[in-house]
């Protein structure tokens, strides 16, 4: 009896991780249902989208100028939608960016393709790193982003280290739309550089333009907040993302106007 048993659980150690690779292989496989990406206006800003085939909400986040008299370059960080559809033509536009970092903020095991990731063109021609985050819609909707960050802090910490490493540039980070994860990263990122808020809320709005809105009620919810922690520097400590990282940042994303 003892040696049959030590048979079934030596079968068991074999076949469960083989079942296991099965089971993930099959549902990386299933389709999902029809894409369907709304463009950006004819009369967009020239140079603030970018067309990957098979993404949407795609977008450059610099070319904004701050209060004092600086510029956020261009060329530098893209924001986007889920990057799991690219077409062949898609995958070649978005090798020319150059991209060398992503950010993925979808709440998956991993960023793998064969987990609902980027796609294969994607994980090989940058380094995909997964800084996993769910908001929540439980409680007052003017709350979402506010909780939201509470909850994810650590992802958020994670975000604005890696932007402060200049290796890691040019960077994208996406969630799924493109819009509430990926839009409080890109309101945090401007307010740390000092862009006005006004600008922060019309980039936060280019969303709605692709159909993709977030909530604008949200984010005036999570600026009130970053005032009453005494402004962007104290708001971010509190995630933990130290003076040193925001100093980082501010150097490689504010140039001369």
């Not at 409080?184 to 862009?195: F, I, K, N, Y």
């Not at 980082?248 to 140039?255: E, P």
Request: with cysteine; charged share 20%.
């Amino acid at each position: 009896m003892k040696a049959t048993h030590r048979r079934r659980i030596r079968t068991l150690l074999v076949v469960t991780p083989v079942a296991l690779a099965a089971v993930v292989l099959i549902w990386g496989s299933i389709p999902e249902g029809p894409l369907v990406i709304t463009p950006p206006p004819p009369d967009a800003e020239p140079g603030r989208w970018i067309h990957i085939e098979g993404a949407a909400n795609t977008r450059d986040a610099g070319g904004y100028s701050t209060s004092d008299g600086h510029i956020m370059p261009r060329g530098m960080v893209y924001r986007s939608a889920k990057l799991n559809r690219l077409t062949d033509a898609g995958a070649d536009s978005y090798r020319e960016l150059g991209i060398n970092t992503v950010i993925d903020f979808c709440n998956r095991l991993t960023p793998w393709p064969l987990f609902g990731g980027d796609v294969w063109s994607v994980q090989l021609a940058s380094s995909v790193h997964g800084c996993p985050m769910s908001f929540s819609k439980d409680g007052p909707r003017e709350e979402f982003y506010t909780r939201g960050v509470c909850d994810n802090a650590a992802s958020y910490r994670e975000a604005f280290e890696l932007l402060a490493d200049s290796n890691n540039y040019p960077v994208l980070y996406h969630c799924a739309a493109g819009t509430d994860r990926t839009g409080v990263m890109s309101a945090l990122l401007l307010e740390l550089l000092g862009v006005p808020r006004e600008t922060i809320i019309v980039d936060f709005e280019l969303s709605a333009q692709v159909d993709l809105p977030g909530s604008l009620p949200a984010l005036k919810k999570l600026h009130a907040e970053i005032d009453a922690s005494g402004g962007i520097e104290s708001y971010l400590q509190s995630l933990g993302v130290t003076s040193e990282i925001q100093q980082r940042i501010r150097a490689l994303l504010r140039t001369a106007n």
